[in-house]
């Protein structure tokens, strides 16, 4: 069934169909093309939403990378990214598979129709322009007709009429023969034309029309294939990104099974970990025991020696700080009223009596030397600690792993530098050997700056090394306090730092009560003298320890020492940047733990 043989007669249907088709096509388009802005507006919100929580810091600057969790985001947030990539592709396919090639094939097909709507047209002309010409030739043969039958009529009446002359009869009769031949003509010319017009109505009703009438049905089925073609792309083009759809949510389903909360625990624990032994128990203050005043009120319970005493748990001080403000101590030893205690050195001169009121000094000692007890708001640490090259700043365990981090990177860049100088060489004797590749003169200044990159990165590789087995030292003698805290009451240390600052924990120091009278004979001994029995009892070295940088030791409580000199170590660094040394020539005194490697007994 075709449109020409069954639609012969609905030309203005014809026109009316095909034209709401290829309205149906650009409104297809135009849907389609919407539809692709959506997809773009979409994947361009998807986009930067995933910028919008990226992380600003790169991976390696950012702590919280490690975590599974925090990977898992990260991933979560490509596969949405790259989800996003595959909206984006599905509106680019869509505009131009669809949209362009739509479009365009829509103007052809318009221009098409309208080129077979113009035949039809004109042969709808040419077929009523031979009507036109038949109705007047019919209207000439009719006129043509009447005139005659009513020429005859006249020349008949003409020769009855007796009065009549005979030339007015032969007129007539010559008239109505005229009339007659021009009917004849008449005739014969409507009966051409109704035959011309009968076979070209029937060429256009059963030739012309229906060739025209099929060129629409097929331009009208080809859009209409087209059309559903174009249908197809829709879901074709969905289709094609569906397995990459399906990765994307694959990879979210394997970030999120790849949570892992034992494991970060353990990489808090890596990163946080200072390596510091935990503080001993805080040993009972007896405050009340009445103090027993001298009537010259001028000392502090001195014994049988002549030294004045300070009674209480001096010796026992527990090491908190690293549950405080970690701030740089400076060694230098105060006395009561706050000044600097001279008597800190083990050969200095004794500090002055004080003629004050013992028990005013007292109080003075304990609103000065505040104790250093664990609070849960100093968990927050200090902001104005000073970053130093060995790390130093850092709590032990996580001072080792940075070391450790920059002596691999300092031998990875050592290896760097070797590969490099071995290939320069190569190059040279290829230079030697074959003069016309190059200039071997050129490469010495590259050698040479190889060799002192070389050199110096040997120095800063032994420098860290140093420091590192230094930290490593530290980390394995905490451990081994924490240990011992755990099987038997902590025993008060051997000595103590300089000053109640530098060794943090100078509460208990401060705190003592006097139970014997004090005595007229210690009038030039000083009140305060725990600083000077740390350095006059004789003990035992735990270690030996070579000095890696020359320091001048300015300020109390410290000693000089030169750059490789040996020293006897006295007492470790116990999480304050100082350590207690012997020097072989005699002396006593803090150093910095950082100039020092130590070697434990």
Known sequence: MDWGTELWDQFEVLERHTQWG?????????????????????????????????????????????????????????????????RELVAENLSFRVCLELAKYSQEMKQERKLHFQEGRRAQQQLENGFKQLENSKRKFERDCREAEKAAQTAERLDQDINATKADVEKAKQQAHLRSHMAEESKNEYAAQLQRFNRDQAHFYFSQMPQIFDKLQDMDERRATRLGAGYGLLSETELQVVPIIAKCLEGMKVAADAVDAKNDSQVLIEQHKSGFARPGDVEFEDFSQPMN??????????????????????????????????????????????????SALPNGPPSPRSGRDPLAI??????????????????????????????????????????????????????????????????????????????????????????????????EVQKYEAWLAEAESRVLSNRGDSLGRHTRPPD??????????????????????????????????????????????????????????????????????????????????????????????????????????????
Request: aromatic fraction near 6%; include cysteine; glycine fraction near 6%.
């Open 492 to 601: 008060p240390p051997a000595s103590a730092p300089p000053d109640s600052s530098s060794s943090n924990s100078g509460s208990q120091d401060n705190k003592e009560s006097s139970e014997d009278p004090p005595s007229e004979e210690g009038q030039d001994t000083p009140i305060y003298t725990e600083f000077d029995e740390d350095f006059e009892e004789p003990a035992s070295p735990i270690g030996q320890c070579v000095a890696i940088y020359q320091f001048e030791g300015s300020s109390e409580g410290t000693i000089s020492m030169t750059e490789g000199e040996d020293l006897s170590l006295m007492e470790e660094d116990k999480g304050d940047g100082w350590t207690r040394v012997r020097r072989k020539q005699g002396g006593e005194g803090y150093v910095p733990t950082s100039y020092l490697r130590v070697t434990l007994n």
């Open 22 to 86: 290829l309205d149906l096509l650009d409104r297809y388009v135009k849907f389609v093309k919407e539809r692709t802005e959506v997809e773009q507006a979409y994947a361009k919100q998807l986009r930067s939403l995933v910028k919008k929580y990226l992380p600003k810091r790169p991976a390696k600057d950012d702590p919280e990378s490690k975590f599974t969790q925090h990977q898992s985001f990260m991933q979560l947030l490509q596969e949405v990214n790259d989800f996003a990539g595959q």
């Open 293 to 342: 005043r001298a009537p010259s009120d001028s000392s502090l319970g001195t014994p049988s020696d002549g030294r004045p005493e300070l009674r209480g748990s001096g010796r026992s001080r527990a090491k908190r700080w690293p549950f405080g403000k970690k701030s740089k101590p400076r060694p230098t030893s105060f006395s009561p009223m706050g000044g600097p205690l001279p």
């Open 362 to 459: 007292l109080s003075e000692i304990s609103k000065s030397v505040k104790p250093r007890l664990a609070s849960l708001r100093s968990l927050r640490g200090s902001r104005g600690t000073v970053v130093t090259e060995d790390f130093s700043h850092l709590p032990p365990e996580q001072q080792r792993k940075r070391l450790q981090q920059q002596l691999e990177d300092r031998n990875r860049e050592l290896q760097k530098e070797v590969d490099q100088r071995e290939a320069l060489k190569k190059m040279k004797d290829v230079y030697e050997k074959t003069p016309q590749m190059g200039d071997p003169a050129s490469l010495e200044p590259r050698i040479a700056e190889t060799l002192s990159n070389i050199e110096r990165l040997k120095l």
